[in-house]
């Protein structure tokens, strides 16, 4: 009588699958790999990437006129002179910052060397987003969205980008203060930072 729960049974059905196998029923395992990695890991990974990853990781792209964030705060603060630059406890970067009502709040930050004119990312061997680089255009956009300064201000001050290149992504970041700039200053308490 055969004893199914034996280790010898199943060594022997193993065994004899094994002999009965063809060639070519076994994928290579590099095949496998890519075919595993294609079908279930890349989709998965899409859903970590923005929809224009490609351009946004692209440094040469993204780069534009750089600006030290020396000027970038000189530039900001002849805007509003009331904006206030502090070293960010938490990171190793320059936080813009101005009073409210008795409390100080938090604008943007960026950081203290180089700025290139678009935000970009590094990515890692995935090709997933692992570190944002702020650039000095949405830095602009965030100090005023907050309404620390205006969109004419900016627009004088600045203009719009020059390369060619990353001017869709700059009007779609920035319609609604193109179209909406009236409506900005509701935004921060009691229009105190003008």
Not at 53 to 68: A, M, P, S, V
Not at 145 to 170: H, L
């Amino acid at each position: 009588m055969i004893d199914l729960w034996s280790k010898e049974y199943y060594e022997a059905k193993a065994w004899a699958r094994v002999a009965a196998a063809k060639p070519h029923d076994f994928e290579e395992w590099s095949e496998a790999r890519e075919r595993y990695i294609a079908e279930r890991i890349e989709p998965t990974l899409q859903t970590y990437r923005m929809s224009d990853h490609n351009w946004f990781r692209d440094f040469n792209r993204r780069k534009g006129e750089c600006i030290h964030a020396s000027d970038l705060i000189f530039r900001l603060q002849n805007l509003n002179p009331h904006l206030i630059v502090q070293n960010q406890i938490n990171f190793p970067d320059w936080g813009l910052y101005t009073e409210n009502l008795g409390r100080i709040q938090y604008l943007s930050g960026f950081s203290k060397s180089w700025l290139t004119e678009f935000s970009w990312t590094t990515v890692d061997d995935r090709d997933l987003p692992v570190e944002h680089k702020k650039g000095w255009r949405t830095v602009l956009v965030e100090v005023c969205s907050k309404g620390a300064v205006t969109w004419d201000q900016i627009m004088a001050e600045f203009g719009d980008p020059q390369d060619g290149f990353n001017e869709e992504r700059w009007h779609i970041a920035t319609e609604h203060l193109r179209l909406g700039h009236d409506q900005i200053s509701q935004k921060n308490i009691a229009n105190t930072l003008e």
